[in-house]
């Protein structure tokens, strides 16, 4: 089974860049999404797969993986950024769908 | 524009059984894959399963077989039973639209508390 490892929480100050990363043997080769969730709020879809950003809202976010890591990068980070992310990945074998365990993102 | 809204019991009692419905507008429900996925208060997500265009499922194997999917497409409604829930399954569930392989459409949740 899969278990995404995520840092409970990344503090950053404004206008600096905050990296979120998500560990799993052999991540790169799979598809990624990533969340944001704000308080209150149901998650969304901030990073695809594809690198893709469904809302212009995420237009600083970024994804990329490498070997056994996957990477959400915000640059200029703003305060509005501050929420609980987190990494998806989808098992094609399995059909089974795996979240990681979510940072929270303080910005300072 | 799709649109998901969760509905059922804000209070169940452990060891019985747990019944979502989430009423989905804007889209056909027969054309899409449609999942729940839960979230205990202060803690991270959890998916719980979805069901598939011929109506077929596949389900977290943490739930043990305890869980239930299914769609009413006359209704355009997507239901959850969970059944011989106990406490530490109180959480806020929600039903979500699966593009394999991401959720794009979530509703806003609904808290399900399991207390006697």
């Known amino acids: 089974s899969h278990v995404l490892t995520q840092p409970p929480s990344v503090s950053v100050a404004p206008g600096q860049t905050a990296t979120i990363t998500c560990g799993e043997d052999?991540?790169?080769?799979?598809?990624v999404n990533w969340y944001q969730q704000k308080a209150g709020q149901a998650p969304v879809v901030a990073v695809d797969?594809?690198?893709d950003r469904p809302s212009g809202i995420f237009e600083r976010f970024s994804g990329s993986k490498s070997g056994n890591t996957a990477t959400l990068t915000i640059r200029r980070v703003e305060a509005g950024d501050e929420a609980d992310y987190y990494c998806q990945v989808w098992d094609s074998r399995t059909d089974h769908v795996v979240f990681g365990g979510g940072t929270k993102l303080t910005v300072l | 524009q799709v649109d998901l809204q969760e509905s059922g019991p804000g209070l169940v009692k452990p060891s019985e059984t747990l019944t979502l419905i989430c009423t989905v507008s804007?889209?056909?429900?027969?054309?899409?894959?449609w999942a729940w996925i839960r979230q205990p208060p202060g803690k991270g997500l959890e998916w719980i399963g979805v069901?598939?265009?011929?109506?077929?499922?596949n389900y977290n194997p943490s739930l043990k077989s305890r869980a239930a999917i299914s769609v009413d497409t006359s209704k355009s409604q997507l239901s959850l039973r969970l059944n011989s829930v106990t406490p530490a399954e109180t959480a806020v569930y929600y039903c979500a639209r699966w593009l394999p392989n991401r959720f794009d459409s979530w509703g806003q949740g609904t808290l399900v508390s399991v207390s006697s």
């Open positions: 052999n991540i790169g080769s799979r598809s």
């Open positions: 804007g889209v056909s429900i027969g054309s899409y894959y």
């Open positions: 797969e594809d690198d």
């Open positions: 069901i598939y265009l011929d109506g077929s499922t």
